[in-house]
T-cell receptor
């Protein structure tokens, strides 16, 4: 298995532009997570899906952020409009279940820089 | 107060040393505990789960103390390749599942 796939790996954009991050989870994994990591705040959970349905989006910072999972093999995280404080590494992770000791598998991350 | 707290370090130790990290959590309802390892500019990867009975994997030993609400990670005979950031993860099961990550503890093993 190729593992969790994220694209792009790096994104540099200007303030006010729309940014779309993409994630393909591991096949057969029912849960998908979006995280953001910064030096100041560490790794924060933004939203997670179960069987393509958003379960908890309480970590989404504000309305500028939105996430979708149209099918079991694809999810997007969109920021519109982007701001410099959104600069961070965004990770996607997937797992089979959350009700036992179960490993989350992380993608390589998207390093976002908003100028 | 952050729910999961770790000493950020860095812990700077020579090869062969034994080093221990602690992680405290504030939610007594927490049920699952993990240590993840994150190399520089890489994604986190599971190092080991932490069970109530404690567990050991080679040079790594993890312990859970529910009464005092902390978990620990002990690394014996440190190797250069152990240099990384170690993230403590605590989750609640049932209802809304939200894994909470600590900020991580940086370990540098030098020759």
């Amino acid at each position: 298995d190729a593992g969790v796939i994220q694209s792009p790996r790096h994104e540099v954009t200007e303030m006010g532009q729309e940014v779309t991050l993409r994630c393909k989870p591991i096949s057969g994994h029912d849960y998908l997570f979006w995280y953001r990591q910064t030096m100041m705040r560490g790794l924060e959970l933004l939203i997670y899906f179960n069987n393509n349905v958003p379960i908890d989006d309480s970590g989404m910072p504000e309305d500028r952020f939105s996430a979708k999972m149209p099918n079991a093999s694809f999810s997007t995280l969109k920021i519109q409009p982007s701001e410099p404080r959104d600069s961070a590494v965004y990770f996607c992770a997937s797992t089979t279940t959350v009700y036992t000791y179960n490993e989350q598998f992380f993608g390589p991350g998207t390093r976002l820089t908003v100028l | 107060r952050k729910e999961v707290e770790q000493d950020p370090g860095p812990f700077n130790v020579p090869e062969g040393a034994t080093v221990a990290f602690n992680c405290t959590y504030s939610n007594s309802a927490s049920q699952s505990f993990f240590w993840y390892r994150q190399d520089c500019r890489k994604e986190p990867k599971l190092l080991m789960s932490v069970y109530s009975s404690g567990n050991e994997d080679g040079r790594f030993t993890a312990q859970l103390n529910r009464a005092s609400q902390y978990i620990s990670l002990l690394i014996r005979d440190s190797k250069l390749s152990d240099s990384a950031t170690y993230l403590c993860v605590v989750t609640q099961e049932g209802g809304s599942y939200i894994p909470t990550f600590g900020r991580g503890t940086s370990l540098i093993v030098h020759p």
